[in-house]
């Protein structure tokens, strides 16, 4: 059981990197259930910080399978989602709470 | 309506799902469905107060406080139902041999009714706080907010709904095989909920290691649909695991197997009855 712990606990130090791996930083607003900039364009094959500001005040859910994304934004509130590294491509996101109108794309290039 | 009904049914999927294992799992375990009830209530009690401080949450840890929250509530549970399969590997043949014989519930058990309470507490708390910030949401906008509350609760009796089928399904399994199928159930599930947990933590930006994506099922199984979504919620299945994922949810197999041969009583000597 010890050496279990002791082999976990490596592993675990070994991979957990650092909170403040710095990545590119952009930022999405949700105001009326619509996503501005609807379009963003990253940088592929990096890790990328997408800060996303709900101006509404109600809360929204920021998804996107093909990012593996999925977060919870409540209203009046900001949150920080960590997508990449993506191979160059369209990656298209809604906010499930208001799939009608919240849509967007980032686009790694 | 609709829509919010498919909402609200996608997130109960998963905590009902769990339910009815967790029921079935403990098929002939006196006091269980009191646990269960207690781990519902709890879990949405908890919901509730999750989905209030969702803002401080929110913004914790840089802004990955609920990516954090998320992988610590998934791994508390995988720690719960890999002590409850240890559990029922040492005592399941007990207690199917007592209700063979009894043919009603024993008594004996509070120790993984604890932890299975613990489970679907865990569960409910973590799929009903975006229930509950729906709601809210919709309460706030204040647009077709009858039809829509009507959706959700078309969504929540669903998710009722499947759950029962689920347990019943289940309960129509043999006796003999019952543990069997729910331990790997469990084990299964525990797996799947390992995998999630490395998936937030990588969201996080806190296990960063081995992120590459190893294949891409999405063309045949989208994870937004309801098969994909339970699917998911049963095996942990994903579209686009990455290696650490896969690398995880194999260890969890393998830990939970052995802890339960681990914890599997030594075959007791057939004796001779005048020795007993």
Known sequence: MRTFLILVSTVAAMVLAPASLRAQDVTITIKNHRFTPSEVKVPANKRVQITVVNDDPTPEEFESHEMKVEKVIPGKSKGVVRIGPLAPGRYPFFGEFNQATAKGVVIAE | ?276
């Open chain 2, 1 to 276: 309506m609709l829509g919010a009904a498919i909402i609200v049914f996608r997130e109960v999927i998963e905590a009902g799902l769990i339910v009815g294992i967790v029921m079935a799992a403990t098929r002939g375990v006196a006091g269980r469905g009191r646990w269960v009830n207690i781990g519902i209530i709890a879990g949405v009690l908890g919901a509730a107060v999750v989905a209030m401080f969702a803002n401080v949450i929110s913004e914790a840890f840089q802004g990955a406080g609920q990516e954090l929250f998320n992988a610590s509530v998934l791994g508390a549970a995988v720690i719960m139902l890999m002590w409850h399969n240890a559990w029922m590997a040492r005592h399941g043949r007990e207690i199917a041999d007592e209700m063979r014989r009894v043919g009603t519930a024993v008594s004996e058990g509070a120790k993984p009714l604890t932890a299975l309470a613990v489970v679907v507490g865990l569960a409910v708390l973590r799929e009903g706080s975006e229930v509950v910030l729906f709601l809210y949401g919709i309460m706030v906008s204040g647009t077709s907010v009858s039809s829509m509350l009507a959706g959700s609760a078309l969504g929540i009796a669903a998710g009722a709904a499947f759950t029962a089928l689920t347990y019943f399904g289940l309960l129509a399994i043999p006796n003999r095989y019952i543990f069997s199928v729910t331990s790997w159930l469990i084990a299964l599930l525990a797996a799947g909920m390992a995998a999630q947990a490395v998936h937030f933590l990588n969201n996080a930006g806190w296990l960063v290691a081995f992120d590459r994506t190893v294949w891409d099922t999405s063309w045949l199984l989208s994870e937004g649909s309801v098969l994909g979504r339970f699917f998911h919620a049963l095996i942990g299945y994903t579209e686009r695991p990455t290696e650490m994922q896969l690398m995880v949810y194999a260890a969890t197999l393998i830990a939970m197997f052995a802890l339960m041969r681990v914890a599997r009583p030594a075959p007791r000597p057939r004796l001779p009855a005048a020795a007993e």
